[in-house]
């Protein structure tokens, strides 16, 4: 299982999110480009001292991150507020990729139609969305609970 981050904006979130990574076991993929430098005070603060311990791969591109999944031959599974499926109801795979959207402007056409699947965490009419780093540790931990508990 791992998380790929499509052109991250804010970086406490994505520190954060790498942060679940090293305590999850996850790898980590940062799709360029970055709305902030990896010597950001505010990503080095949410990331602690675990970003030592997390795998992480940046792609200095989308169709390079694409070039690298194909040859992984991974699933590619969009967590995204225009989808319909809930990702409860998903049936994960230990390669999939979960992949996030950027914070302002979630992702572009062409991402949207590599996704293998599109997946929505359900939230209360009238709102908005999640924060992101919520949403990645939502998805992981059902993905991870689907995993280590194939029969429920």
Not at 121 to 133: D, F, M, T
Request: a neutral charge; glycine letters at 6%.
């Amino acid at each position: 299982m791992q998380i790929a981050l499509f052109q991250p904006d804010i970086p406490q979130n994505t520190g954060t999110i790498l942060r679940l990574c090293a305590c999850l076991g996850l790898a980590a993929h940062i799709i360029e480009p970055a709305g902030f430098p990896v010597s950001d005070r505010h990503f080095r603060r949410a990331g602690m001292d675990y970003l030592d311990q997390v795998s992480i791969t940046r792609h200095v591109s989308w169709p390079q991150f694409e070039e690298w999944r194909a040859a992984q031959g991974c699933r590619l599974l969009l967590f995204t507020t225009k989808a319909a499926t809930d990702y409860r109801d998903f049936r994960y795979q230990t390669s999939d990729i979960l992949l996030f959207g950027r914070e302002s402007a979630g992702v572009t056409d062409a991402v949207v139609e590599a996704a293998d699947a599109r997946l929505v965490i359900p939230i209360a009419p009238g709102l908005r969305s999640l924060n992101v780093a919520m949403t990645a540790a939502m998805a992981a931990g059902e993905a991870l609970r689907q995993i280590r508990n194939p029969q429920g």
